[in-house]
């Protein structure tokens, strides 16, 4: 068992650093303070291949496994949490394209969606079914050589600034469950797309999120992802690495928060010495650390599974996601703390990632639902066993 970095892998993380010290920390607050979208800085990413980073090289990604992806989005998350979750958003989006769209819909639109030139949507969460996936109400009735969308959905991050989105509807009945879903890829700019107002949001300011509507949309039929039935399969697919990938950015969100942190320590006197020499506050940072590098190797265990494709990938996923945005979260929370009253304000910018953050813990499945995928999991007979 060799816990080291590969060369690749240490090369990877040295190429996103210099790309997010450049490229995004210089620019983060104020990204913050005014709600900007960057997007020519997340196609300037596309350039290095951080738009399809898991997507085939013939589809003009990387082909990264996971746990490479995973080392690349610390790095980004270190200097903007909420523009490295747009990035992951987008990549697992264009990877559901290049791996379950029509052969003509994958050469179309995937080179282009991992060069950063079209970005993507993931919509899935509606206003009235969100830890509830699967009892989504929006419609995809079967038309000649088109599906008709009809039905909205809440919550997506992009909404009105991206090309593409990856939308899952219900072909079969009203009672249906989860064997009635499909899953779509359509155009952003269709006929029938109305986008609602832009939500005013804790964090997570350099991205947009909002409503989306779809009142008659008509998408051709060679836009159907997989065969109809299989979009909660699908999207449950995407789920595992998006759950890792939003674990990876509290990741990165918390090791720079634990540096600043430390640095603050020993910066800052009280009493006529330095906090750093104060054993309570060395305490509490052991503490943070402690718990980062704990979250980190069960978000790296969890990628491993996953490239694996071991039986037991979807619980480790669900462990690591809901271990690692707790402690992470805690971690920042931890920082402030240790900044006391500047903490709170925005020039130290640790404020901004306990804000960034705390949303971790509730999408791609809240923390609530993890527990239930891994409660069920765990009470089925050997599973306990397969995960010793």
Not at 216 to 227: D, F, I, K, T
Request: proline share 3%; hydrophobic share 40%; glycine share 10%.
């Amino acid at each position: 068992m060799d816990f080291a970095l590969s060369d690749d892998q240490v090369a990877y993380r040295e190429a996103a650093k210099a790309f997010a010290d450049k490229a995004m920390a210089p620019f983060a607050s104020q990204w913050d303070v005014d709600h900007t979208f960057p997007v020519e800085v997340i196609r300037e990413g596309g350039d290095l291949g951080f738009c399809g980073l898991y997507t085939p090289t013939d589809l003009g990604g990387l082909g990264l496994s996971r746990l490479d992806t995973s080392i690349i989005v610390e790095e980004l998350a270190a200097a903007c949490p909420s523009t490295a979750a747009f990035f992951t958003i987008h990549n697992m989006a264009t990877w559901m394209v290049a791996n379950f769209s029509t052969a003509s819909v994958r050469e179309s639109l995937t080179p282009r969606m991992a060069s950063g030139e079209l970005l993507g949507s993931y919509c899935l969460t509606e206003p009235g079914s969100g830890s509830d996936a699967g009892s989504l109400k929006t419609k995809a009735v079967r038309d000649g050589d088109e599906y008709v969308l009809t039905g909205s959905k809440a919550f997506i991050s992009g909404a009105g600034a991206t090309q593409v989105l990856v939308v899952m509807a219900r072909t079969g009945a009203p009672d249906s469950g989860t064997t009635g879903i499909s899953a779509f890829v359509v155009p952003a700019d269709s006929d029938g797309i109305h986008y609602g107002k832009l939500e005013q949001k804790m964090g997570w300011h350099s991205q947009p999120t909002g409503q989306i509507s779809f009142d008659g949309v008509r998408v051709p039929v060679e836009n159907l992802l997989g065969q109809e039935g299989e979009g909660f399969r699908i999207a449950m697919k995407g789920l595992d690495g998006g759950r890792l990938n939003i674990a990876t950015c509290s990741l990165g969100g918390a090791q720079a928060a634990l540096e600043r942190a430390r640095n603050y320590l020993h910066e800052r006197e009280q009493f006529g010495k330095p906090l750093a020499t104060f054993q309570a506050l060395q305490f509490r940072l052991a503490d943070m650390a402690t718990n980062l590098v704990a979250a980190r190797q069960m978000v790296r265990l969890g990628a491993w599974k996953l490239d694996n494709a071991d039986p037991e990938a979807t619980l480790h996923c669900a462990m690591a996601k809901r271990f690692a945005t707790d402690a992470c979260f805690d971690v920042c929370n931890e920082a402030l703390q240790l900044h006391g009253g500047y903490g709170y304000i925005r020039e130290y910018a640790i404020e901004k990632y306990v804000r960034d953050l705390r949303v971790h813990q509730i999408l791609e499945g809240t923390n609530e639902v993890m527990r239930l995928i891994i409660a069920r999991r765990l009470l089925l007979e050997g599973v306990a066993e397969a995960i010793r």
